[in-house]
């Protein structure tokens, strides 16, 4: 199967961007499957409109929730030509290159020689932010079970990203907006909630 010119400059763009600026980002996204998962597993203690919750401060939650948290990061996709190239369960450009020549194909059922973890990650960066996933978890682990019981109140990104983790490194990847995808649906509402209450009021001041 031949892939087209598309793919092939796409392919080459996303493997520079990964190897260069891959630690850019996993901070933050890091930050954003604890705040996911917390919503599966952690009682809320006190609902806040355009925040997430205070939840009931048990240490074993937040152990919980740090169990296996990597393998969230299997859930992503690279995308090249956009600032925040990280987005929640899309294809890889190379799955959709496959999906786009077979579609009008009579066969039914095509193996590939390619592995299916390649084909859904051709440049092996989601395979490295895992790895990276891991080593950020052994360095933060306790920042993550400190804010639980003590910092709540606190953004997790700003508290542990930008005032911890990158003190000394470029902040620039916390300026650039996230999919609103990469969160659940009830952190996602609220982080839309916020984005009209910004428009409100910049109305507001206009008048």
Not at 72 to 79: E, G, P
């Amino acid at each position: 199967m031949r892939l087209s010119s598309r793919y092939c400059a796409a392919f080459v763009l996303v493997f520079l961007w990964t190897t260069i600026y891959a630690k850019d980002f996993e901070n933050e996204l890091l930050a954003v499957e604890v705040e996911n998962k917390l919503t599966k597993i952690a009682r809320i203690r006190k609902p806040r409109e355009t925040r997430p919750p205070i939840y009931y401060k048990e240490e074993l939650v937040m152990l919980r929730v740090t169990e296996n948290i990597c393998d969230a990061m299997t859930k992503y996709s690279v995308r090249a030509k956009v600032p925040f190239r990280y987005k929640r369960g899309v294809k890889s450009i190379f799955r959709k290159q496959i999906e786009e020549i077979t579609k009008d194909s009579r066969i039914q059922k095509w193996v590939f020689a390619t592995p299916e973890e390649d084909i859904d990650d051709p440049t092996g960066e989601i395979r490295r932010l895992k790895e990276q996933c891991h080593e950020m978890l052994k360095e933060t682990q306790k920042l993550f079970i400190h804010w639980f019981m003590k910092a709540q109140s606190r953004d997790l990104t700003k508290w542990l990203c930008a005032k911890r983790v990158l003190v000394d490194d470029d902040k620039g990847c916390l300026q650039v907006d996230m999919p609103r995808s990469n969160r659940v649906a009830a952190l996602r509402q609220k982080k839309e909630k916020i984005a009209e209450n910004k428009t409100t009021s910049a109305s507001h001041e206009e008048l």
